[in-house]
């Protein structure tokens, strides 16, 4: 099974960027739908975005659109997630995940595996 380590989270100021990795291990992340979830303290873990096996298709959740871009580098057996504009409500611990299924979700429960997560807070 694959294994997956976070890294690049962080603190920053508001309206500040981050670029968190997703190594991945023992498996091709190429075989995976591959996505990013966060989970601020005392509240339930928030689907961010995902990305199809090809990195043709993204999708995002609404409070991170058009401010948060994921990206894969199948080479490379990594996938990234750009923040920019950071906001306080963006402090979370991220997961990546990587789902096994044919077709992308944005449900924490179709994800097969998790990393430990990342911290990222953002101050204002």
């Known amino acids: 099974q694959v294994q997956l380590v976070e890294s690049g989270g962080g603190l920053v100021q508001a309206g500040g960027s981050l670029r968190l990795s997703c190594a991945a291990s023992?498996?091709?992340?190429?075989?995976?739908?591959m996505g990013w979830f966060r989970q601020a303290a005392g509240k339930e873990r928030e689907f961010v975005a995902n990305?199809?096996?090809?990195?043709?298709?993204?999708y995002y959740g609404n409070s991170v659109k058009g401010r948060f871009t994921i990206s894969r580098d199948n080479a490379k057996n990594t996938v990234y997630l750009q923040m920019n504009s950071l906001k306080p409500e963006d402090t979370a611990v991220y997961y990546c995940?990587?789902?096994?299924?044919?077709?992308?979700?944005?449900?924490?429960?179709?994800?097969?595996?998790w990393g430990q997560g990342t911290q990222v807070t953002v101050s204002s």
């Open positions: 995940a990587a789902d096994v299924a044919p077709v992308a979700s944005s449900r924490s429960t179709s994800y097969d595996y």
């Open positions: 023992r498996r091709t992340v190429s075989s995976y739908i």
């Open positions: 990305i199809n096996r090809s990195g043709g298709s993204t």
